[in-house]
């Protein structure tokens, strides 16, 4: 699979398990999977397959 454009060997991993991995919280990111924005209810159900492409985006606020 390919996250956020680097080449990763992992077995098939549910986007919670990946979220994990990288020590992120679901509640500030959005995942892209296969170009479709995937629902935060789908986390721990949607598996990540290889040849899939996930796009992982961090939200942070400023001022």
Request: hydrophobic share 40%; charged share 20%; proline share 2%.
């Amino acid at each position: 699979m390919q996250v956020n454009g680097k080449q990763l060997d992992l077995d098939n991993i549910t986007i919670t398990a990946l979220l994990e991995q990288y020590q992120l919280s679901a509640d500030n990111v959005v995942i892209e999977l296969n170009a479709e924005i995937v629902p935060k209810e789908q986390f721990n159900q949607k598996l990540i397959y290889q040849g899939d492409q996930v796009e992982i985006v961090s939200l942070f606020g400023g001022g």
